[in-house]
């Protein structure tokens, strides 16, 4: 029979589920209700993992979230997670998990080492070595990152999903103990929308875990009453096995919910986890405390446990967690564990106490229940391979720093034992009271930090407030639920129920406590023994001894320079003792010292819960336009232009993409091409100021554009830089249509609300954003009037009726259309606007009766190409920022009579330099070579690098029309150096030699686009 | 006399059970007054302090910190190091600061663990690389390492990237700068706090600066919580309060302060090697020696002085790392922080002297003003020495915004960590 150390009877565990499950390849079996740990536990499995530094065997410490050692990684392949504490992963059938950081296993693991080593490798020993020879430096760290790391990566993509939610409610609590559910029954009692958030599986909180009573009867049954009650009413929402991980600025919380982890079978359509985004109007931290350990030496041997989980290993799983078990304490609530302990049939070697007058409810049951106390008394040492096996335990001193009798074995008696139940009182869980920016407050008494003035709309109930006792923590519970209730506007609960005010029970707490936070051994510390502070990370007392003595004096440096709380734990059971002792050592008082921040989350959050669902496709919004499924039929090759997808260019069977590209451009150039425009951006502009906007907006003026005009404008940020640039129509008195670059919509939209909003709101305009709205067909090429005239009876076409920059309304394919005259390409172009939902058969329209013109889909490619061989420039492709348009050459487009942004900034001294970048065109001296974009240029050229650059080329194409390169290149004073050479050096060595030229190669005058 | 860490000195102290480890550095009282007043204990003012000490026998300083010394942004940042930025100006002052990082171990003899694993830039589309090439370009004819990998050499160099990044953001290619790497960044700290101490600069820890005394144009001192400190020069350090340092003095600076934060993950076995970067999907990662992965997020939209950072930016980042990385979907967050960063509108700092006389400032780092420490504080020093600036600093005077000499790193690299 397995499960040698399962209790006959009790917890809360199934025994008629029998669930199996393996360690490191062993087969065990355990019971529903069990967390993998306590599975373990009653197998007899102690030694689950290896130390992070000295690779020290370690067993499970604790029966909570607090755990730093039991850390295993679950399952295997690409649903395999690493660093999963044991004691709070649901045990489910057929699980499988292997212990983390040891090799060649966990028994015989070659990283001990480390352990003999250690006393070259004090805290911060990497700062003071490995430097030498430097070039080695690579290697040593290689060793470092190998031996470090606890757990691995899974070794492929995660076949699971996760999905997010947002909630709002009136009151959240924070944690199901019986201060909790108290919380929680009272705010609801209100009809307040509660949220009650626990992260185990089971509500009870403390309870699950203590044999305790309420109104008479046991604990567990008032737990199942509240349970039911809560379920009942409406507006109760109670979230388990759901972590509060994160408390924000006004009420905002970040909760994981783990959905399917406890599963053995996972419903496809569940995530595995969710993420709640909540924001609460009052929130009740019940969130409880978590038990200190003492800092004793050797304290670090599997079998050595907090007391208050060997007492939930007994109570709530049923688990003996050792047969001869030797309590250490320093205060009255180790002795309810001891009883508890001794009730399980675990002999009680002893309980030793640090208090030379123990006293208390607890310890006054012991002493009657005839449990030998050693009073006055420590543990000064331990043994034991894989399992602690004795400890060694000696009076100490009235001041506790030493032991009476001095060094030697001679003072100090040994006991046998196989398990040692440690308790050194409670820290209240204050992390998210932190987080949130409350005050923490040392309390001397306690001997804890506690919650101080609250930052948000915060309430406390229970032990993380400092009330320990039952009694109190239900009645604090009632209290801060109402509170919190009223606080949120509700009245007074009508309703009488059976539970709404705090029923009896005991108030014991774990008062009175001595407070010796470095417990004495017989030899001098850090010379033999190992007093550990944080035992994920292998802090020990002597560390912070010598970080304190290095000057390392802030509690913040302490912590960085010896890593103490900085492990998966983050410091849940370490980091008071680690203040204490700093605060001892320094002779200042603890409060002086102060606490590190508590930053979220509470425990580690999976990364794929932030995603949710915005993965793969999601990632980000795609968008494609209403023409986009023709694309896609007609072999489109695509190109992302900020979220949407554009047709890059349109190959034919096994034409390349140069091949493609030049029959595209020839055809614009010689008959007609059309192109799918719709993703530029548009913004619809109305309101009576519309024109004075503009103005202050665009470079150029706007007052006398007619209705029924466009016009080119470009946008300058406030330095005076380029920033985006389009066609603005004026489709009304009061009434523009602008487009922008595909890329720049979201900001210019930005742009210009932002000056609206904040600069000036007297001026009466409206933006709408159309983008989506319209979709838009370009006809370009000398037969594009043709064509359209063939698809339109309303609208003249004429040079007159409709000149460039013209703009008319009308039916185009028999669908109600605007067409504006303007062209990118420099041929004539007509962009025809339709309702989106008709984008697809205007496209389909124009390709049929364009036919006999040959015409031609193109793609941004043979645009770029187009536009470049006209000098016209792209925003974000000529420009980056930091280019005027004086350095574009388009002074010509910046108004003397108005102001407009960034019109100050171009009068800057710097602005007017001559030798500033300028837009230029560039011919490479061998018609065949096509520069590379992105290659930098130099006037002359070196043997090898630094070399003086000069500019670099922004775009560049073969052309078919020229039948040759070009580029156009942003050159230190460009316009000035016309004819001159400049070179390319390329990466792989090649140079190549270039003459500057014009930026326009094609039909300087505009003649074609005319016409 | 600093007492030298070696391999033998921590052998020789073993045996004493490093009971016998002087200080790192003093805490000394402040003096009356002080040739050169440092305010701000990050890793910029103490490399001030240090070169002052080294490169120009200016000794007679104290620098003067808030709460405890590394505890800004140089302890919070995520340790990317490089020097592949576009401009020439940028691209000289981060590759002098580069080389001296490549020997800064052994100079300061507190071992700064700067590991040259490389620094990966990705592309997703077709504009990212024509602006990777640009930059790779100039890179190499400035003599700063830069070269380009194909999708198959980054699989190749990063087994655990999905080049496809999920379908929305495929790699198309990246640049690498080899002697790119991380550091350890309170060692930074630490390394400069010590080598100063033992220079005899004064190192003042919890003494927040209230004001300065400038008479007739001309500083004087500071004002401190620990009463007033004279000086004949004063030098700001301050990064994400530099502002609040320039109001303080009567001045007014173009830098806007935001929330920057970043996160950890559990530590796991090595899985990562270079540090990979992606500014069109806001994410960069890399592994810490402890085997955490180190990820940087982008910045809040709004400005503000609360270390932490919002959610938002936290789920955004994670989603972009989880398309690049989908094996690391199951890993987990463990800490999440935020510093200030103190951005111009350039995205470039500023280095040089302010309209007071014997008032110095430097700020204006942002997102990624770890990397240049050694080669700001070399800088900072010399123009607080010589009161004018060094030819590497010249170009990011105050001054640049009235004359719109500006090197704006916003166009190459929006996210310039
Ligand atoms: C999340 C994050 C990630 C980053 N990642 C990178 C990265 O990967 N690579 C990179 O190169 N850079 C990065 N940075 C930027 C980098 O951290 C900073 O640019 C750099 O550390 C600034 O150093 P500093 O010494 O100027 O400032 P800090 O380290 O912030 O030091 C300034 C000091 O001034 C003190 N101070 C402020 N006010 C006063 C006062 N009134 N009196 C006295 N003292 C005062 C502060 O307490 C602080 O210690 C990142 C920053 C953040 C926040």
Same mark, same amino acid.
């Given at each position: 029979?397995?499960?040698?150390?399962?209790?006959?009877?009790?917890?809360?565990?199934?025994?008629?589920?029998?669930?199996?499950?393996?360690?490191?390849?062993?087969?065990?079996?355990?019971?529903?209700?069990?967390?993998?740990?306590?599975?373990?536990?009653?197998?007899?499995?102690?030694?689950?993992?290896?130390?992070?530094?000295?690779?020290?065997?370690?067993?499970?410490?604790?029966?909570?979230?607090?755990?730093?050692?039991?850390?295993?990684?679950?399952?295997?392949?690409?649903?395999?997670?690493?660093?999963?504490?044991?004691?709070?992963?649901?045990?489910?059938?057929?699980?499988?998990?292997?212990?983390?950081?040891?090799?060649?296993?966990?028994?015989?693991?070659?990283?001990?080492?480390?352990?003999?080593?250690?006393?070259?490798?004090?805290?911060?020993?990497?700062?003071?070595?490995?430097?030498?020879?430097?070039?080695?430096?690579?290697?040593?760290?290689?060793?470092?990152?190998?031996?470090?790391?606890?757990?691995?990566?899974?070794?492929?993509?995660?076949?699971?999903?996760?999905?997010?939610?947002?909630?709002?409610?009136?009151?959240?609590?924070?944690?199901?103990?019986?201060?909790?559910?108290?919380?929680?029954?009272?705010?609801?009692?209100?009809?307040?929308? !509660?949220?009650?958030?626990?992260? *185990? +599986?089971?509500? @009870?909180? =403390? #309870?699950?875990?203590?044999?305790?009573? %309420?109104?008479? &009867?046991?604990?567990?049954?008032?737990?199942?009453?509240?349970?039911?009650?809560?379920?009942?009413?409406?507006?109760?929402?109670?979230?388990?096995?759901?972590?509060?991980?994160?408390?924000?600025?006004?009420?905002?919380?970040?909760?994981?919910?783990?959905?399917?982890?406890?599963?053995?079978?996972?419903?496809?359509?569940?995530?595995?986890?969710?993420?709640?985004?909540?924001?609460?109007?009052?929130?009740?931290?019940?969130?409880?405390?978590?038990?200190?350990?003492?800092?004793?030496?050797?304290?670090?041997?599997?079998?050595?446990?907090?007391?208050?989980?060997?007492?939930?290993?007994?109570?709530?799983?049923?688990?003996?967690?050792?047969?001869?078990? !030797?309590?250490?304490?320093?205060? *009255? +609530?180790?002795? @309810?564990? =001891? #009883?508890?302990?001794?009730?399980?049939? %675990?002999?009680? &070697?002893?309980?030793?106490?640090?208090?030379?007058?123990?006293?208390?409810?607890?310890?006054?049951?012991?002493?009657?229940?005839?449990?030998?106390?050693?009073?006055?008394?420590?543990?000064?040492?331990?043994?034991?391979?894989?399992?602690?096996?004795?400890?060694?335990?000696?009076?100490?001193?009235?001041?506790?720093?030493?032991?009476?009798?001095?060094?030697?074995?001679?003072?100090?008696?040994?006991?046998?034992?196989?398990?040692?139940?440690?308790?050194?009182?409670?820290?209240?869980?204050?992390?998210?009271?932190?987080?949130?920016?409350?005050?923490?407050?040392?309390?001397?008494?306690?001997?804890?930090?506690?919650?101080?003035?609250?930052?948000?709309?915060?309430?406390?109930?229970?032990?993380?407030?400092?009330?320990?006792?039952?009694?109190?923590?239900?009645?604090?519970?009632?209290?801060?639920?109402?509170?919190?209730?009223?606080?949120?506007?509700?009245?007074?609960?009508?309703?009488?129920?059976?539970?709404?005010?705090?029923?009896?029970?005991?108030?014991?707490?774990?008062?009175?406590?001595?407070?010796?936070?470095?417990?004495?051994?017989?030899?001098?510390?850090?010379?033999?023994?190992?007093?550990?502070?944080?035992?994920?990370?292998?802090?020990?007392?002597?560390?912070?001894?010598?970080?304190?003595?290095?000057?390392?004096?802030?509690?913040?440096?302490?912590?960085?320079?010896?890593?103490?709380?900085?492990?998966?734990?983050?410091?849940?059971?370490?980091?008071?003792?680690?203040?204490?002792?700093?605060?001892?050592?320094?002779?200042?008082?603890?409060?002086?010292?102060?606490?590190?921040?508590?930053?979220?989350?509470?425990?580690?959050?999976?990364?794929?819960?932030?995603?949710?669902?915005?993965?793969?496709?999601?990632?980000?919004?795609?968008?494609?336009?209403?023409?986009?499924?023709?694309?896609?039929?007609?072999?489109?090759?695509?190109?992302?232009?900020?979220?949407?997808?554009?047709?890059?260019?349109?190959?034919?069977?096994?034409?390349?993409?140069?091949?493609?590209?030049?029959?595209?451009?020839?055809?614009?150039?010689?008959?007609?091409?059309?192109?799918?425009?719709?993703?530029?951006?548009?913004?619809?502009?109305?309101?009576?100021?519309?024109?004075?906007?503009?103005?202050?907006?665009?470079?150029?003026?706007?007052?006398?554009?007619?209705?029924?005009?466009?016009?080119?404008?470009?946008?300058?940020?406030?330095?005076?830089?380029?920033?985006?640039?389009?066609?603005?129509?004026?489709?009304?008195?009061?009434?523009?249509?602008?487009?922008?670059?595909?890329?720049?919509?979201?900001?210019?939209?930005?742009?210009?609300?932002?000056?609206?909003?904040?600069?000036?709101?007297?001026?009466?305009?409206?933006?709408?954003?159309?983008?989506?709205?319209?979709?838009?067909?370009?006809?370009?090429?000398?037969?594009?009037?043709?064509?359209?005239?063939?698809?339109?009876?309303?609208?003249?076409?004429?040079?007159?009726?409709?000149?460039?920059?013209?703009?008319?309304?009308?039916?185009?394919?028999?669908?109600?259309?605007?067409?504006?005259?303007?062209?990118?390409?420099?041929?004539?172009?007509?962009?025809?606007?339709?309702?989106?939902?008709?984008?697809?058969?205007?496209?389909?329209?124009?390709?049929?009766?364009?036919?006999?013109?040959?015409?031609?889909?193109?793609?941004?490619?043979?645009?770029?190409?187009?536009?470049?061989?006209?000098?016209?420039?792209?925003?974000?492709?000529?420009?980056?920022?930091?280019?005027?348009?004086?350095?574009?050459?388009?002074?010509?487009?910046?108004?003397?009579?108005?102001?407009?942004?960034?019109?100050?900034?171009?009068?800057?001294?710097?602005?007017?330099?001559?030798?500033?970048?300028?837009?230029?065109?560039?011919?490479?001296?061998?018609?065949?070579?096509?520069?590379?974009?992105?290659?930098?240029?130099?006037?002359?050229?070196?043997?090898?690098?630094?070399?003086?650059?000069?500019?670099?080329?922004?775009?560049?194409?073969?052309?078919?029309?020229?039948?040759?390169?070009?580029?156009?290149?942003?050159?230190?004073?460009?316009?000035?150096?016309?004819?001159?050479?400049?070179?390319?050096?390329?990466?792989?060595?090649?140079?190549?030699?270039?003459?500057?030229?014009?930026?326009?190669?094609?039909?300087?005058?505009?003649?074609?686009?005319?016409? | 006399?600093?007492?030298?860490?070696?391999?033998?000195?921590?052998?020789?102290?073993?045996?004493?059970?490093?009971?016998?480890?002087?200080?790192?550095?003093?805490?000394?009282?402040?003096?009356?007054?002080?040739?050169?007043?440092?305010?701000?204990?990050?890793?910029?003012?103490?490399?001030?302090?240090?070169?002052?000490?080294?490169?120009?026998?200016?000794?007679?300083?104290?620098?003067?910190?808030?709460?405890?010394?590394?505890?800004?942004?140089?302890?919070?940042?995520?340790?990317?190091?490089?020097?592949?930025?576009?401009?020439?100006?940028?691209?000289?002052?981060?590759?002098?600061?580069?080389?001296?990082?490549?020997?800064?171990?052994?100079?300061?003899?507190?071992?700064?663990?700067?590991?040259?694993?490389?620094?990966?830039?990705?592309?997703?589309?077709?504009?990212?690389?024509?602006?990777?090439?640009?930059?790779?370009?100039?890179?190499?004819?400035?003599?700063?390492?830069?070269?380009?990998?194909?999708?198959?050499?980054?699989?190749?160099?990063?087994?655990?990237?999905?080049?496809?990044?999920?379908?929305?953001?495929?790699?198309?290619?990246?640049?690498?700068?080899?002697?790119?790497?991380?550091?350890?960044?309170?060692?930074?700290?630490?390394?400069?706090?010590?080598?100063?101490?033992?220079?005899?600069?004064?190192?003042?820890?919890?003494?927040?600066?209230?004001?300065?005394?400038?008479?007739?144009?001309?500083?004087?001192?500071?004002?401190?919580?620990?009463?007033?400190?004279?000086?004949?020069?004063?030098?700001?350090?301050?990064?994400?309060?530099?502002?609040?340092?320039?109001?303080?003095?009567?001045?007014?600076?173009?830098?806007?302060?935001?929330?920057?934060?970043?996160?950890?993950?559990?530590?796991?076995?090595?899985?990562?090697?270079?540090?990979?970067?992606?500014?069109?999907?806001?994410?960069?990662?890399?592994?810490?020696?402890?085997?955490?992965?180190?990820?940087?997020?982008?910045?809040?939209?709004?400005?503000?002085?609360?270390?932490?950072?919002?959610?938002?930016?936290?789920?955004?980042?994670?989603?972009?790392?989880?398309?690049?990385?989908?094996?690391?979907?199951?890993?987990?967050?463990?800490?999440?922080?935020?510093?200030?960063?103190?951005?111009?509108?350039?995205?470039?700092?500023?280095?040089?002297?302010?309209?007071?006389?014997?008032?110095?400032?430097?700020?204006?780092?942002?997102?990624?003003?770890?990397?240049?420490?050694?080669?700001?504080?070399?800088?900072?020093?010399?123009?607080?020495?010589?009161?004018?600036?060094?030819?590497?600093?010249?170009?990011?005077?105050?001054?640049?915004?009235?004359?719109?000499?500006?090197?704006?790193?916003?166009?190459?690299?929006?996210?310039?960590?």
């Amino acid at each position: 029979m397995t499960q040698r150390f399962r209790l006959p009877e009790g917890g809360l565990i199934d025994r008629a589920k029998p669930l199996g499950f393996r360690f490191d390849g062993t087969r065990y079996q355990g019971y529903a209700g069990d967390s993998l740990a306590s599975a373990l536990l009653a197998n007899g499995v102690h030694l689950v993992g290896r130390s992070f530094k000295y690779h020290r065997p370690r067993g499970i410490f604790s029966a909570g979230a607090e755990e730093p050692n039991a850390l295993v990684q679950l399952g295997a392949g690409a649903r395999s997670d690493a660093n999963m504490r044991a004691t709070q992963v649901d045990l489910v059938d057929g699980l499988t998990a292997a212990s983390q950081n040891c090799w060649p296993s966990l028994g015989f693991d070659l990283g001990a080492i480390n352990n003999q080593l250690s006393r070259f490798l004090p805290a911060g020993f990497y700062y003071k070595t490995f430097m030498w020879p430097a070039a080695l430096w690579m290697r040593y760290e290689w060793v470092i990152r190998h031996a470090a790391g606890m757990g691995k990566v899974p070794d492929a993509r995660d076949p699971d999903h996760y999905d997010k939610t947002y909630a709002h409610c009136d009151v959240l609590v924070a944690g199901a103990g019986p201060a909790g559910l108290a919380a929680a029954l009272a705010a609801s009692e209100t009809g307040a929308r !509660v949220i009650l958030a626990e992260q *185990d +599986g089971e509500l @009870g909180g =403390a #309870l699950l875990g203590l044999d305790e009573t %309420i109104d008479g &009867a046991p604990a567990r049954d008032w737990v199942a009453a509240a349970r039911a009650e809560l379920e009942a009413r409406e507006s109760v929402t109670i979230l388990t096995r759901t972590t509060v991980y994160g408390y924000f600025d006004h009420n905002f919380l970040g909760l994981l919910e783990r959905v399917t982890d406890h599963l053995a079978e996972k419903p496809a359509r569940l995530p595995r986890h969710r993420l709640w985004k909540l924001r609460a109007k009052q929130v009740v931290l019940a969130t409880g405390a978590i038990e200190r350990p003492l800092v004793f030496s050797d304290n670090d041997r599997p079998g050595i446990m907090l007391a208050g989980a060997c007492q939930a290993y007994v109570n709530r799983y049923a688990v003996k967690p050792g047969s001869k078990a !030797v309590v250490f304490t320093n205060n *009255d +609530g180790a002795y @309810g564990a =001891a #009883l508890d302990l001794a009730a399980a049939g %675990i002999e009680i &070697a002893a309980i030793v106490d640090l208090r030379p007058d123990p006293e208390g409810p607890a310890t006054e049951r012991a002493e009657a229940a005839g449990l030998p106390v050693l009073a006055g008394h420590a543990i000064i040492g331990t043994r034991g391979d894989q399992r602690v096996d004795q400890v060694r335990i000696a009076r100490i001193s009235a001041d506790g720093a030493s032991i009476v009798g001095g060094a030697g074995e001679g003072a100090a008696q040994t006991i046998d034992c196989d398990l040692v139940a440690v308790s050194g009182g409670w820290s209240p869980t204050v992390h998210l009271f932190s987080q949130s920016r409350g005050k923490i407050r040392f309390d001397a008494e306690l001997g804890c930090f506690l919650p101080g003035d609250a930052a948000q709309a915060t309430h406390l109930a229970g032990a993380c407030n400092g009330a320990f006792g039952l009694a109190s923590c239900l009645q604090t519970g009632f209290e801060a639920g109402a509170q919190a209730a009223k606080a949120a506007g509700l009245k007074p609960g009508k309703r009488r129920r059976k539970i709404q005010k705090a029923p009896e029970a005991s108030d014991d707490g774990f008062l009175p406590a001595r407070w010796t936070w470095l417990v004495p051994s017989d030899r001098p510390l850090g010379q033999g023994g190992k007093h550990f502070v944080d035992l994920q990370n292998d802090v020990t007392a002597a560390d912070l001894k010598l970080a304190l003595r290095e000057g390392y004096r802030s509690v913040e440096h302490v912590k960085r320079y010896t890593t103490t709380g900085m492990g998966t734990d983050q410091g849940k059971t370490g980091n008071v003792n680690a203040i204490a002792i700093i605060a001892e050592t320094q002779g200042r008082p603890i409060p002086e010292v102060g606490v590190t921040t508590f930053r979220p989350p509470y425990t580690a959050v999976t990364f794929g819960a932030f995603a949710g669902r915005d993965i793969e496709d999601l990632l980000d919004a795609t968008r494609r336009t209403p023409i986009h499924a023709w694309h896609q039929r007609n072999g489109a090759v695509f190109e992302d232009v900020g979220q949407w997808k554009r047709p890059w260019y349109y190959p034919k069977a096994s034409e390349s993409m140069h091949d493609a590209v030049n029959r595209e451009v020839k055809a614009v150039r010689s008959s007609l091409g059309v192109v799918d425009a719709t993703t530029l951006g548009k913004i619809d502009i109305q309101g009576k100021d519309a024109a004075e906007f503009l103005n202050r907006m665009y470079t150029n003026a706007w007052s006398k554009l007619e209705v029924g005009k466009c016009r080119y404008g470009l946008m300058l940020g406030e330095d005076g830089m380029v920033m985006d640039d389009g066609v603005t129509a004026r489709l009304g008195e009061h009434h523009y249509l602008m487009t922008t670059t595909t890329g720049n919509a979201a900001p210019v939209f930005g742009h210009l609300e932002e000056f609206l909003q904040t600069e000036w709101p007297e001026l009466e305009v409206r933006l709408t954003s159309v983008t989506e709205q319209f979709a838009t067909v370009s006809l370009a090429g000398p037969n594009a009037r043709r064509l359209l005239a063939e698809l339109t009876q309303d609208i003249e076409l004429s040079a007159n009726a409709l000149p460039h920059m013209g703009l008319a309304r009308g039916r185009v394919a028999g669908i109600p259309a605007r067409v504006f005259r303007v062209s990118f390409t420099g041929e004539m172009s007509f962009e025809i606007n339709v309702r989106a939902s008709y984008g697809l058969a205007l496209w389909q329209a124009v390709m049929t009766a364009g036919e006999k013109y040959d015409i031609t889909p193109y793609g941004t490619e043979a645009m770029h190409v187009l536009r470049a061989e006209k000098g016209f420039i792209i925003v974000g492709q000529e420009t980056d920022g930091s280019v005027t348009p004086l350095d574009l050459g388009m002074d010509w487009i910046l108004s003397k009579n108005k102001d407009f942004i960034g019109k100050r900034s171009l009068t800057r001294p710097d602005m007017l330099k001559p030798d500033r970048k300028q837009l230029v065109g560039l011919l490479t001296e061998d018609p065949a070579e096509v520069l590379p974009e992105g290659a930098q240029l130099v006037e002359t050229v070196l043997a090898k690098p630094p070399m003086v650059m000069v500019g670099h080329v922004s775009s560049s194409y073969h052309s078919p029309n020229l039948e040759r390169s070009f580029a156009l290149a942003m050159i230190k004073g460009g316009r000035g150096k016309m004819g001159q050479r400049v070179f390319a050096p390329l990466q792989g060595g090649k140079t190549l030699a270039c003459t500057i030229t014009g930026p326009v190669f094609l039909d300087p005058e505009g003649e074609r686009l005319r016409g | 006399m600093m007492a030298r860490y070696s391999i033998f000195s921590l052998a020789r102290n073993a045996l004493s059970y490093h009971q016998d480890w002087p200080a790192a550095w003093r805490d000394p009282a402040p003096k009356p007054s002080y040739q050169v007043v440092i305010i701000g204990g990050g890793g910029h003012g103490l490399a001030t302090a240090y070169y002052l000490a080294k490169e120009h026998g200016i000794t007679d300083v104290a620098v003067i910190e808030r709460g405890w010394l590394g505890g800004g942004n140089t302890g919070r940042n995520t340790t990317v190091v490089r020097s592949n930025y576009l401009w020439d100006e940028s691209a000289a002052l981060y590759d002098f600061a580069l080389k001296i990082w490549e020997g800064l171990s052994q100079e300061l003899n507190f071992n700064v663990m700067f590991s040259q694993r490389g620094v990966v830039n990705l592309a997703h589309n077709q504009h990212d690389l024509r602006e990777l090439s640009r930059r790779i370009n100039a890179n190499r004819l400035n003599g700063v390492d830069s070269e380009f990998l194909t999708p198959a050499e980054i699989k190749r160099m990063i087994p655990i990237i999905d080049v496809r990044a999920g379908g929305r953001y495929p790699v198309l290619g990246a640049s690498l700068q080899r002697r790119g790497g991380t550091a350890r960044h309170d060692a930074l700290a630490w390394g400069y706090a010590r080598a100063a101490d033992a220079r005899g600069v004064d190192i003042i820890q919890e003494c927040p600066v209230e004001g300065f005394r400038i008479e007739n144009g001309r500083v004087l001192g500071v004002e401190t919580a620990k009463g007033f400190i004279g000086a004949a020069k004063v030098a700001i350090a301050v990064a994400g309060h530099s502002s609040v340092m320039a109001t303080l003095a009567g001045f007014r600076m173009p830098v806007t302060s935001v929330p920057l934060q970043a996160l950890v993950s559990e530590p796991v076995k090595p899985a990562l090697d270079t540090v990979v970067m992606s500014n069109a999907i806001h994410a960069y990662i890399s592994q810490s020696d402890k085997g955490e992965f180190v990820i940087g997020a982008g910045a809040d939209k709004y400005v503000g002085y609360g270390q932490r950072g919002s959610l938002p930016v936290t789920e955004e980042t994670l989603a972009a790392v989880c398309e690049l990385f989908p094996s690391l979907r199951r890993m987990r967050m463990m800490r999440q922080w935020g510093g200030i960063v103190d951005t111009c509108p350039d995205a470039s700092p500023i280095l040089g002297k302010t309209p007071i006389d014997g008032l110095y400032i430097n700020c204006g780092w942002g997102t990624g003003g770890f990397k240049s420490t050694p080669g700001a504080g070399w800088v900072y020093a010399y123009t607080i020495a010589k009161d004018e600036p060094h030819e590497l600093n010249a170009p990011f005077s105050l001054d640049r915004f009235r004359t719109g000499y500006l090197v704006d790193e916003h166009g190459a690299a929006a996210v310039a960590h």
